[in-house]
T-cell receptor, first 109, second 112 residues
Framework: KNEVEQSPQNLTAQEGEFITINCSYS?????LHWLQQHPGGGIVSLFM???GKKKHGRLIATINIQEKHSSLHITASHPRDSAVYIC???????????FGEGTQLTVNP | EAQVTQNPRYLITVTGKKLTVTCSQN?????MSWYRQDPGLGLRQIYY???????DKGDVPEGYKVSRKEKRNFPLILESPSPNQTSLYFC???????????FGSGTRLTVV
């Protein structure tokens, strides 16, 4: 079993839909990161959170430390949101970052 | 502009020919790390550095070397590349562990 599991692996949505991507982890963490990777390959950090909820524009990230679960929500999705979204956890020791396999999101116009 | 710069972006090389992928950051970050990304396996950590002259192995260090002589630079060295090192490589930095990460643009390496 992977230490970080994401679901779904692939997600296709229509423009305007509300999207949720889930991440579950099995290790003790200091922080959880949500990353975005566009088709060109570059990786951008969206959120880093260790508790509660963060919002940036149409993106919302939540984490439940007790349940070892995080969600990334996209409201009013747009074709430019099409990308791979990756969940990564920083372990308690702080030196290691472990990644989920990513969720490929496609938003159709 | 705050950034992590990797070079080269693309590289095709032959088995056994030593190569270096450079990584430089201009944010005075203490923590730097290298990852490889492969289809079906996701991103995996190769090596990391907590500060100058401090490096340690990640999950997949075999066949790679690193050095951290200066705070801004963290080169990845493949002494004798093999085809199984064909991959997309990313360098990243962070102020310290537990802080946000900035990633380089990636280096697509093909070893034939």
């Amino acid at each position: 079993k992977n230490e970080v599991e994401q679901s779904p692996q692939n997600l296709t949505a229509q423009e305007g839909e509300f999207i949720t991507i889930n991440c579950s982890y099995s290790v003790g963490i200091s922080a959880l990161h949500w990353l975005q990777q566009h088709p060109g390959g570059g990786i951008v950090s969206l959120f880093m959170l260790s508790s509660g909820k963060k919002k940036h524009g149409r993106l919302i990230a939540t984490i439940n430390i007790q349940e070892k679960h995080s969600s990334l929500h996209i409201t009013a999705s747009h074709p430019r949101d099409s990308a791979v979204y990756i969940c990564a956890v920083g372990e308690t020791s702080g030196s290691r970052l472990t990644f989920g396999e990513g969720t490929q999101l496609t938003v159709n116009p | 502009e705050a950034q992590v710069t990797q070079n080269p972006r693309y590289l095709i090389t032959v088995t056994g020919k030593k190569l270096t992928v450079t990584c430089s950051q201009n944010m005075n970050h203490e923590y730097m790390s290298w990852y490889r990304q492969d289809p079906g396996l996701g991103l995996r950590q190769i090596y990391y550095s907590m500060n100058v002259e401090v490096t340690d192995k990640g999950d997949v260090p075999e066949g790679y070397k690193v050095s951290r002589k200066e705070k801004r630079n963290f080169p990845l060295i493949l002494e004798s590349p093999s085809p199984n090192q064909t991959s997309l490589y990313f360098c990243a930095s962070s102020f310290r562990t537990g802080y946000d990460y900035t990633f380089g643009s990636g280096t697509r390496l093909t070893v034939v």
